[in-house]
């Protein structure tokens, strides 16, 4: 006699069952309100920043969902972006959009042979992100609650306010609207070739905070020696972090720093895949990990490094991108921060709210986020990729 499982009572929806029927890939050239200067400028390496890169997908299923995600890039590299994933896109078409991982990896693979990290991922970014969005508003939630989340607010800290480009009374004036906002904390740009210049703007803002969360950010133009001098100055400021102290890849300097200072090290936003940010926590390089998730390749590589991030006990501060990192660090366990940049807002219709210091994950299923028109009048390139082909929607 043969064994037979019974008969569920009712048969459930076949899962799996929608296809990916088209995606569309966006250039949108997003300029800024005034050049931008971090230490990065100051010390001749770059040029000050003048617009932002954006790369839009968005994807459509034959079941007619939708999802939206983006990547970006800074002065050089949105064309390439742009450029990589309309050459693997065809590969999406036909997917199962809920096969998220095996996606990535098709894509990456797809491109692998300009790399398994930096600008090739970066452009798989904007459609992992994609489906991630698309999934969570299939299932209609927040994205943070499709992960799990920890929290329904997440401590937010002020950025913007507080570059190199901007003179101090101005920075003071940022610093208390930003505080009226609701914002939970304020970080400032250090890093300056002339150390008591950033000496005496930290002194400044700390004088006009009060007991209020302060952090800087050298933007990774101190060596080893000048790094401790100032990290030992500093301790008298109390700040929440120091920011990229080092160049971002010098694990072993931002370990030995770590070691040396109370003040607490964060680092991590420059880096381009999983495996970079487990070399920081190989070396015991940081307190607070900065991945940035379209730098990094997408949601899902930023999911493997939360979970080696919680795994060694560090706490989480993603990079930029808050209408993505605020649903992840909801998500994440240990006392988290997200940044607030005000840069991308006109390019969505919604705007993320901030009371008594903490940033709240939206209501809305998926991201949260619609595309504004103004996003689609700086649209320079666009194309679509579907099941007949890619067909150029520019002009
Ligand atoms: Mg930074």
């Not at 990290?117 to 698309?134: E, H």
């Not at 009226?180 to 070739?193: L, M």
């Not at 619609?370 to 009048?377: E, G, K, L, V, Y």
Request: proline content about 6%; hydrophobic content about 45%.
């Amino acid at each position: 006699m043969t064994a037979t499982p019974p008969e569920p009572a009712a048969t459930p929806r076949p899962t799996g069952a929608d296809r990916i029927e088209s995606v569309v890939l966006s250039r949108v050239d997003l300029p800024l309100a005034a050049p931008i200067s971090d230490a990065k400028v100051l010390t001749g390496r770059q040029r000050p920043l003048t617009s932002v890169s954006m790369l839009f997908a968005e994807i459509r299923t034959a079941e007619g969902w939708e999802g939206v995600g983006y990547t970006y890039s800074k002065r050089a590299g949105g064309h390439g972006q742009f450029a990589h994933a309309r050459e693997i896109a065809p590969e999406l078409i036909g997917e199962d959009p809920s096969d998220i991982q095996r996606i990535w990896t098709r894509l990456v693979w797809a491109g692998a042979s300009v790399g398994r990290s930096g600008l090739a991922t970066q452009a798989v970014a904007a459609i992992d992100i994609a489906l991630w969005d698309l999934k969570a508003k299939r299932a209609g939630l927040p994205l943070a609650k499709l992960l799990g989340a920890h929290r329904d607010a997440v401590a937010c800290y002020n950025t913007s306010g507080g570059f190199l480009s901007t003179p101090l009374e101005q920075v003071l004036d940022n610093t208390r609207a930003a505080r009226a906002s609701g914002i939970g904390g304020i970080k400032i740009k250090v890093g300056q070739p002339d150390t008591r210049a950033d000496l005496a703007r930290v002194a400044a803002v700390r004088e006009e905070l009060g007991d209020f969360p302060l952090m800087v950010d050298a933007n990774q133009q101190w060596n080893r020696d000048t790094a401790v001098r100032m990290g030992r100055v500093l301790e008298e400021f109390d700040l929440v972090w120091i920011e990229e102290p080092l160049d971002a890849y010098d694990a072993a300097g931002h370990a030995a720093l770590a070691r040396e200072l109370a003040t607490p090290i964060a680092t991590g936003e420059m880096l381009t895949s999983p495996a970079e940010h487990e070399e920081l926590l190989r070396h015991g390089a940081v307190d607070f990990l900065q991945p940035d998730a379209p730098r990094v390749g997408g949601i899902t590589p930023f999911l493997k490094i939360m979970e080696r991030g919680r795994h060694a006990g560090v706490r989480l501060a993603p990079h930029f991108a808050m209408e993505i990192h605020l649903h992840l660090a909801a998500a994440y366990e240990i006392d988290p921060w997200v940044e607030h940049f005000d840069w991308l807002d006109p390019l969505f219709e919604e705007r993320l709210e901030t009371v008594d210091g903490r940033m709240r994950v939206p209501a809305r299923p998926g991201l949260g986020i619609t595309i504004s028109d103004q996003a689609r009048a700086w649209t320079d390139q666009r194309v679509r990729v579907d099941g007949a082909g890619t067909t150029d929607l520019s002009g």
